[in-house]
């Protein structure tokens, strides 16, 4: 009988469903839609390398934030901006 078995099932989901969640999951870190970047890298593997050199589009909180002088993204805990070189506010400790 010819068909899809549990062997194939399982290469289909490492092979492709371990790119598309490593795309997905750096995507998300940097506030881009993971679900769109999981397609992508399931089908092409090369743009889990793109995602990596992308920068982030929005704020993520414990990620990135957005310098308030030149509004680009830099590390959540640093504390001078890497492209204007100025002070960055200290970020407000939440209780809870």
Known sequence: MVGI?????IVLL???GIPG???AVL???KGRNAFGWFVLCA??????IVILFLPPIKEVPGKYRECPACKEFVKWNATV????????PRLSQRSG
């Open 14 to 16: 490492i092979v492709w």
């Open 81 to 88: 901006c890497k492209h204007c070189k100025r002070d960055l």
């Open 21 to 23: 969640t490593i795309g």
């Open 5 to 9: 078995g549990v062997p194939e099932i």
């Open 43 to 48: 089908l092409l593997w090369f743009p889990i």
């Open 27 to 29: 995507a998300k870190n």
